[in-house]
């Protein structure tokens, strides 16, 4: 229905890049679906898609299965799967972004073989990837 009262240019922004490249972002928690989906991914997804960085639609959990043979799966972290056209710039636009939506101490993007790390106040930029979700 909004489609009638949107521009061109708009509906452009709100179509999913072809040439992108792809990152993550972790949040820890425990943070389901739905919130991380309310909470997260759709302020992020309007930010990248307003800015023409990429958008952000997908994403899961993080389990880390534990140490010991039948232990209970514990939840580590929500992911956020994010596609862009500009790497660094969308870095930018994200850890601006993340702080402001309530994102806690321990948050990462990930993108190769690189994340910028979340302290609860700085981010430490571009340091090596220390978490894969098939280390856990």
Sequence with gaps: MIERFVDDAFREKMRDPDDCAFMTVLIPGDIGPEERHHRFTVHLDAELRLAGLGCSEGGGTLYY????????????????DVDVTDVDSARALIRLHL???GAPAG??????????????????LAQPRSLDEFDL
Excluded: A
């Design 99 to 101: 702080p402001e939506l």
């Design 107 to 124: 948050t990462m993007v990930q993108w190769d073989d690189f994340e910028d790390r979340f302290d609860g106040l700085d981010w430490e």
């Design 65 to 80: 299965d534990g140490e010991e043979e039948g232990d209970e799966p514990e939840i580590c972290y929500c992911i956020m």
